[in-house]
């Protein structure tokens, strides 16, 4: 058994050291709004933070989050950053599937957590990697605007 730190809560599992995060989030404690999208750190959907840095869950083995903060979607929050981008998705309608969209909003407060007044250069850069087939990006990006204000 290891102890996490997720969402606040010290919660206990039963996996390998090298069980992908994303494998423990989602299917041992059903924390289920962490999406599996390639499984192969491309696509972003898994995104969650660690330590306070926005990371791939299907790249990072259980091993490397033992003793460090998790915050999954479910737990986002409640520090403005995340209060601002939440509100800012609603109120812009970014979701289209909505598949993608944990990520992308756990990449966004990351972003504004570090950088409150983040340029486009500067959105690319840090949701680059968080890939939506939608196309939601030009109000992604907006709502990103919005929740900077
Ligand atoms: Fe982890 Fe795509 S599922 S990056």
């Known amino acids: ?6 969402n606040g809560k010290a919660t ?4 390998a050291a090298d069980t992908p995060l994303l494998w423990v989030l989602r299917d041992e404690l059903q924390l289920t709004g962490t999406k599996y999208g390639c499984g192969q750190g491309l696509c972003g959907a898994c995104t969650v933070h660690l330590a306070g840095q926005p990371v791939r869950a299907c790249m990072t083995p259980l091993a490397a989050a033992v003793g460090k903060q998790i915050v999954t979607i479910e737990g986002v929050g409640p520090g403005r950053a995340a209060k ?15 598949y993608c969209q944990p990520g ?3 990449s966004a407060v990351a972003l504004l957590e570090k950088n409150p ?14 890939l939506c ?8 990006r907006a709502a990103l ?4 204000q």
């Open 1 to 6: 058994m290891t102890t996490l730190d997720i």
């Open 133 to 140: 087939r939608c196309g939601t990006y030009v109000r992604i």
């Open 145 to 148: 605007h919005a929740a900077a």
């Open 104 to 106: 992308q909003i756990m």
């Open 12 to 15: 206990r599992v039963d996996a």
């Open 84 to 98: 601002a981008v939440l509100e800012a998705w609603k109120r812009l309608d970014v979701v289209q599937c909505g």
């Open 117 to 130: 007044k983040p340029s486009d250069a500067d959105i690319d850069a840090a949701l680059g990697g968080n």
